[in-house]
């Protein structure tokens, strides 16, 4: 869903500082946060891939990441405003618009 430069833009890290332990870590907190996302709203995170709901689940996978990140010890819990992008996302299936398929709206079942 997210890349890895993606996130650590996000997170305000520098790649060549990092040491290569610290990229793995985030790299598999990138996989679990997709993870997390398909679990959550039943659509698999390519679904979210050129959908009008790309922003919001690009942006969920961000904040979701930063807060494992920063509050290792304490992860369980999904902060406000994570939490509010995830209700959006669990009740609007993500949909490519018309122009991207034949004949009409796509929508993406789970």
């Not at 793995?24 to 709901?53: C, K, V």
């Not at 996978?61 to 304490?74: E, G, H, I, K, S």
């Not at 996302?89 to 991207?100: A, E, G, I, T, W």
């Amino acid at each position: 869903m997210i890349t890895q430069a993606e996130a650590l833009i996000y997170l305000k890290l520098e790649a060549e500082d990092l040491p290569t332990e610290e990229k793995a870590l985030i790299e598999g907190m990138i996989t679990a946060a997709g993870i997390h996302l398909q679990n959550a709203t039943g659509y698999p995170a390519t679904a979210y891939t050129g959908s009008d709901q790309e922003p919001l689940a690009k942006m969920f996978c961000r904040m979701l990441l930063a807060d494992w990140y920063d509050n290792r010890q304490t992860v369980g819990s999904i902060g406000t405003g994570a939490r509010a992008i995830l209700t959006q996302l669990q009740n609007c299936p993500p949909k490519v618009s018309d122009s991207d398929t034949p004949g009409g709206t796509a929508g993406v079942t789970p």
